[in-house]
Structures are given as structure tokens and as C-alpha cells.
């Protein structure tokens, strides 16, 4: 079935060092790939994705990258801050179909000051 | 703009007992979806609506789960009669292209 593995399940850094999280997904049919970041007690918030037509995109600290040949995605997190500690979820979906998203088991970022 | 508003935040009940959990979407989505994550695992998904219509129900975890979206606005999901194993937190997600979803806070459950 549809299944998507995360690694790191826990991730601890150093403030200002640099935090990556890997994630395979099985379904060759998906196509859209976002990123939840879940902070303590709050709802999971989309802080960035991408399409299977796109190899990576930015947004400022955050970076994505995408190989459909391998089914692999991995989040960048640089320059990392104490208010980066949250749990971060990827996920991966097929928007044309019912768009059910198909999440990773999480990954538990601390930055310590 | 509200974001998707989730009722109760908690509930506590016993095993046995009927527990109602509510949804409110962004005004204007279409889709709306229902999770769950039980103990520290992934969140799985449970069902997807577009409008009124259920769209794809294959994560229910069995027929004591029901599902509604009467009106094509706000979503209710009933657990009668509720188990231990039911426990876990329930998000709502509602989204207007099937891609970019934005959650609820969830609804914790606990069933003693």
C-alpha cells in the first residue's frame, strides 16, 4: 500500500548548525510533496512543498529537494534557531485523485541555544 | 480569514459512550479530510469529503466511526461505541485545490 518513511525519528542540533530530514514514499503515482511543522500543543502548519515537475525550492531558511527516480524528498533547515524546534511531518499526495495526504511518522527537531 | 476550527480541543469518556467531534472548514473549501494520530505515530488519514459527498472513506477504521457533512459546511464525526484503542488526536483539514491543507488544532481523545 501507500506509505511514506522518515528518518530522523529525532534530530538534535546545535543553534545556527544546519538539520536535514529524509523521507521515501512508495505510491510512483504522487505528485505533490508538503511539509507540516508541528510546534508543541499547536495545529500542524504547512511551512513549504513542492511538485514532481520541480527538482527544489527555497523559502529563505528552508529548502526542498525532489528525486521522483529514487521516490526520495528531503528538508533543509539552515541557520537553525530555538524556535525551529517543533516536530516536522512530510507527506506526499496525489492532488488529481482525492488528495489524501500519506504522512511520515515525524521527525523531532531540538535546537539547542 | 478563520482558520478550520476544531470542537471539543478535549474529551475524555469512558468506553462504551458516544463522543461527537465537530469541524468548521475555511469558508470556500470544497475539500474537507479527517485524521488521526494515535500515540506518537504518523497521522493517518480517515476520510475525505468534497462538499457533501463522501470522496474516499478507505482509512475509517471500522463502522463504530461515522462521518457526516451535512450542507457541505461544517463536519462532524461520531465514535459510537467509543474503544480504548480509539484514543489519539483528530485533525480536520480543509483545502480548496486538493493540495495545500491547512489543519485544525485536533481534538484530543481519551477513552478510559
Known amino acids: 500500500g501507500e506509505n511514506v518513511e522518515q528518518h530522523p525519528s529525532t534530530l538534535s542540533v546545535q543553534e545556527g548548525d544546519s538539520a536535514v530530514i529524509k523521507c521515501t514514499y512508495s505510491?510512483?503515482?504522487?505528485?505533490?510533496f508538503p511539509w507540516y511543522k508541528q510546534e508543541l500543543g499547536k495545529r500542524p502548519q504547512l511551512i513549504i512543498d513542492?511538485?514532481?515537475?520541480?527538482g527544489e525550492k527555497k523559502d529563505q531558511r528552508i529548502a526542498v529537494t525532489l528525486n521522483k527516480t529514487a521516490k526520495h524528498f528531503s528538508l533543509h533547515i539552515t541557520e537553525t534557531q530555538p524556535e525551529d524546534s517543533a516536530v516536522y511531518f512530510c507527506?506526499?499526495?496525489?492532488?488529481?485523485?482525492?488528495?489524501?495526504?500519506?504522512f511520515g511518522q515525524g521527525t523531532t527537531l531540538q535546537v539547542k541555544p | 480569514e478563520a482558520g478550520v476550527t476544531q470542537f471539543p480541543s478535549h474529551s475524555v469518556i469512558e468506553k462504551g459512550q458516544t463522543v461527537t467531534l465537530r469541524c468548521d472548514p475555511i469558508s470556500g473549501h470544497d475539500n474537507l479530510y479527517w485524521y488521526r494520530r494515535v500515540m506518537g505515530k504518523e497521522i493517518k488519514f480517515l476520510l475525505h469529503?468534497?462538499?457533501?459527498?463522501?470522496?474516499?472513506e478507505s482509512g475509517m477504521p471500522n463502522n463504530r466511526f461515522l462521518a457526516e457533512r451535512t450542507g457541505g459546511t461544517y463536519s462532524t464525526l461520531k465514535v459510537q461505541p467509543a474503544e480504548l484503542e480509539d484514543s489519539g488526536v483528530y485533525f480536520c483539514?480543509?483545502?480548496?485545490?486538493?493540495?495545500?491543507?491547512?489543519f485544525g488544532q485536533g481534538t484530543r481523545l481519551t477513552v478510559v
Open positions: 469529503f468534497v462538499k457533501e459527498s463522501k470522496q474516499d
Open positions: 483539514a480543509s483545502s480548496q485545490d486538493r493540495r495545500a491543507a491547512f
Open positions: 513542492i511538485r514532481s515537475n520541480v
Open positions: 507527506a506526499a499526495s496525489r492532488p488529481s485523485n482525492t488528495g489524501k495526504l500519506i
Open positions: 505510491d510512483s503515482a504522487s505528485n505533490y
